[in-house]
């Protein structure tokens, strides 16, 4: 018995089983990196299930288990890093359809794991609430997705990333097994299955603490030199007076790929983009003129809805994206600086990378609270002898490097640093290591010789 023989032992299922769209929702974006594409191209489940109900998920769970059959969650694929894809064939359970919102009540949100993340955001802020955190995808990524896959985003600069403590209420999740069971964690214990790829557990539903609903007004800042504009960005995300939902940097040239908005973007000038609320639109354009920074673009709430265009989405990965759609050769990084000295840190890399490196930073409060900035540099791809000599300069400079260019939890986050208890947590929900088998490399199965 094998995953192909799954639809009939479940005909009360969604099943795909096309191999052509079967290896479609066997990939994800991990193609940003020229070593990952290598690695994984062409790998691909067996067939992919598409639960409804929590009693689908758990009938799919059961079978691999009697199985011994592999199965890698997936929300809609969005992951950087091969985090869906799976090594050993098998199921693809794909959770998109399993995406109810479940309610609001005194600021805390509950959902189920598949929904997208801009249909919580509308049905929270329908409430006078929104998300603390979106990641620049929100439009098709899950909840699921960017708890088990990502970090934070356009938002963290004010609530940190996602583990960042009391962002996170509760998280409910399946165990594998012939008869799986569900538990529901709190606080910390529930972080024990974010950015786990998937491994330790199968998160059914989330409860997230939520922000109160802003009409976030867009700008774009350019600088003639970086110098001025790092100031800008670095003051506008410290300034504790300054209401904000997302400070970028984008050095030049990086914002010469962002073709549609160019009218907005003088050539070899870098841009810092800006999301603030309406009551810190006049501090915003006092500190550019401190700073010698030009209001290039500026939409309120209204206008950018209206538009349906927003700045998000040039921030974060989408970037890199954007890069990527003029120039295929291009790859990146994800470097976390030291809030003590990024300042100096970022000129000191600047001088030394540029242009082989173009600077982008985005301002995040860290778990801790204090303001820092993480990198997504993009780097003109030679080798990958090269791309290693980059991120060892990184590192030389006392700034971390989060991997982007290999596919397992350790090594691409925390420098091959796990919580033992992530892996505790994988003893007592899937002690055969039939979930997303190959990503959790410091694993072993808890029998095992
Ligand atoms: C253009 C672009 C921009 C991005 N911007 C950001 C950003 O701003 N911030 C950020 O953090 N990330 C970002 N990412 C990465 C990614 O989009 C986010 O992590 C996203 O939220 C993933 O959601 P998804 O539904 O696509 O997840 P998927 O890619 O489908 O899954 C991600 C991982 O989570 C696991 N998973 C999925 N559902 C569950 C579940 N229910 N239980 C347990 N594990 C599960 C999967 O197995 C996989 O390992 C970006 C990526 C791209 C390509």
Not at 105 to 124: E, F, M, P, T, W
Not at 130 to 158: D, N, Q
């Amino acid at each position: 018995m094998n995953a192909h023989d799954f639809p009939a032992l479940a005909p009360d299922l969604e099943w795909i089983t096309d191999s052509t769209r079967v290896h479609k929702y066997s990939q994800d974006f991990n193609w940003y990196s020229p070593v990952l594409k290598r690695q994984l191209e062409g790998l691909s489940a067996d067939v992919v299930a598409r639960p409804k109900t929590q009693e689908h998920i758990a009938k799919v769970v059961s079978l691999c288990s009697a199985h011994g059959v592999a199965l890698t969650l997936r929300g809609t694929g969005t992951g950087n890093y091969g985090q869906c894809v799976p090594l050993q064939r098998g199921v693809v359970l794909d959770l998109s359809a399993y995406n109810q919102f479940l309610g609001l009540q005194d600021g805390v949100a509950s959902a189920q794991s598949g929904i997208r993340l801009i249909d919580l955001d509308k049905a929270a802020k329908s409430l006078g609430f929104e998300l603390r955190w979106i990641p620049s995808t929100f439009r098709s990524a899950t909840l699921g997705g960017l708890y088990g896959g990502g970090f934070g985003g356009v938002g963290s600069i004010t609530y940190g990333p996602i583990a960042a403590p009391g962002n996170i209420i509760s998280a409910k999740v399946m165990s594998m097994g012939i008869e799986p069971q569900v538990h529901t964690y709190h606080g910390l214990d529930a972080l024990l299955y974010h950015h786990t790829y998937g491994t330790n557990g199968i998160v059914l539903e989330l409860e997230v603490a939520m922000a109160p609903s802003t009409a976030w007004s867009e700008f774009l800042v350019t600088f003639e030199d970086f110098e001025q504009a790092l100031s800008f960005a670095s003051d506008l995300s410290v300034g504790s007076g300054y209401v904000k939902k997302e400070v970028a940097l984008i050095a030049s040239p990086i914002p010469s790929y962002f073709t549609a908005l160019s009218e907005f973007l003088p050539a070899n000038r870098h841009a810092v983009v800006a999301l603030v609320a309406p009551q810190s639109v006049a501090a915003l354009k006092a500190l550019a003129l401190t700073h010698e920074g030009l209001v290039t673009y500026q939409k309120s709430a209204q206008e950018v809805q209206a538009s349906q265009r927003t700045l998000i989405e040039y921030t974060w990965n989408h970037t890199t994206l954007h890069a990527l759609k003029v120039d295929k050769t291009l790859t990146y990084l994800q470097t976390g600086f030291n809030p003590q000295r990024y300042r100096e840190q970022v000129l000191e890399l600047q001088k030394l990378l540029s242009p082989e490196v173009m600077m982008h930073l985005e301002f995040i409060r860290t778990k801790e609270g204090v303001v820092n900035c993480s990198g997504l540099q993009i780097v003109r791809f030679t080798s990958e002898e090269r791309l290693e000599e980059i991120m060892q300069i990184h590192r030389d400079h006392g700034v971390q490097i989060n991997n982007p260019h290999v596919y397992t939890v350790e090594d691409g986050k925390a420098g091959g640093q796990l919580n033992p208890e992530i892996l505790r947590a994988k003893d007592r929900h899937d002690p055969q290591g039939l979930l997303n088998p190959g990503k959790l490399r410091t694993w072993s199965a808890p029998n095992a010789i």
